[in-house]
């Protein structure tokens, strides 16, 4: 049976602000969602300290480094960090127009999942904004390969992921997570996943820069034994693929658009999944972009119909 997809553009239904910690950085951040008008599509915008801004659209051409997280902009001067999991839950919840003010260079980890933001934008509620909404529907296979990993979108009557992970660690295996995604699927079975690391990289982590922040408030850490250091445990028994799932939910939220297709990845990461994204957006014979045919809430997947774009679309702007 065919999945029912929104017909409808939407925004958040009055404004939120939230205070964590960046992950990297080890700093406060507060992050304010506001509601934007249909077409405006999701737009982060950096606070600077002598009071200038930056904007970034969420879009896959804007990315920049994704080593350890996902990054809008080129440089550490000028860029928003670790912009996935808040992507994740703004995907996974359908929400198409947004600006996301951040007064520091990346997100707020939080949790180190995506719960906190699910739980914020469900408090104030999602607002139809009665403009049509278009996808993007996979027509054709586009695989990508990395040394032992790849990455496809293949033709599929709805959204679908496809993940599988592949560790040395005897704790993590080898483990796969695949279903078809709704707001009710993300929040049941992954926005509470959360990002996790091995203990043994932690100090060059540290020498680099990176993850000041992180503690075990906000990861899951693996031990030097191959084992949870994390009191309460793990939330799901797959979580580390499940958290590998969320993360590429928020990585293919890039695209401008939601898709209509299935995304299947082996031993991927922010990387692969950015790749990925771009293989599809540059073959053009690959995919379409489809709204519903009438001004009706839902739509089944198969009856969204083709139309016309302009050669800059705005995944691509």
């Not at 739509?299 to 050669?311: D, G, L, N």
């Amino acid at each position: 049976m065919a999945i029912a997809l929104l017909g409808f553009q939407t925004t958040i239904a009055a404004p939120i602000s939230l205070t964590g910690i960046g992950v990297h950085s080890g700093r406060p951040v507060t992050i304010n969602l506001q509601p934007a008008e249909a077409g405006t599509g999701i737009v982060f915008i950096r606070q600077h300290d002598d009071g200038s801004t930056s904007e970034y659209k969420a879009v896959s051409s804007q990315v920049g480094n994704t080593d350890l997280c996902t990054v809008l902009g080129t440089s550490p001067a000028h860029s928003v960090a670790t912009i996935e999991h808040v992507m994740a839950a703004i995907y996974a919840l359908g929400l198409d127009n947004l600006f996301i003010e951040v007064d520091g260079a990346e997100m707020p980890i939080m949790d180190g999942s995506s719960e906190v933001f699910i739980d914020a934008i469900e408090q104030v509620g999602v607002k139809n904004l009665g403009a049509k909404r278009r996808y993007i529907r996979v027509t054709k296979p586009v695989r990508i390969e990395s040394g032992a990993s790849w990455a496809e979108f293949r033709p599929y009557d709805g959204t679908r992921f496809e993940v599988e992970i592949d560790f040395e660690s005897a704790l993590i295996g080898r483990q796969k997570w695949a279903g078809d995604l709704t707001a009710d699927v993300f929040k049941t079975e992954l926005s509470r996943a959360r990002t996790f690391g091995f203990m043994r990289d932690v100090e060059r982590l540290w020498a680099a820069g990176f993850a000041l922040g992180s503690s075990l408030e906000n990861s899951v850490v693996i031990s030097d034994d191959d084992t949870v250091i994390n009191v309460e445990g793990l939330r799901y028994a797959d979580e580390f693929v499940r958290h590998k799932t969320l993360d590429a939910v928020g990585d293919l939220a890039l695209a401008g658009a939601q898709f209509i297709g299935c995304y299947r990845s082996y031993r991927g990461g922010h990387k692969l999944n950015a790749n990925a994204l771009k293989a599809l957006l540059d073959s053009r014979d690959c995919y379409e972009v489809v709204e519903s045919p009438v001004r009706s809430l839902q739509v089944r997947a198969r009856e969204f119909v083709p139309v016309q774009v302009a050669e800059f679309a705005p995944w691509s702007a």
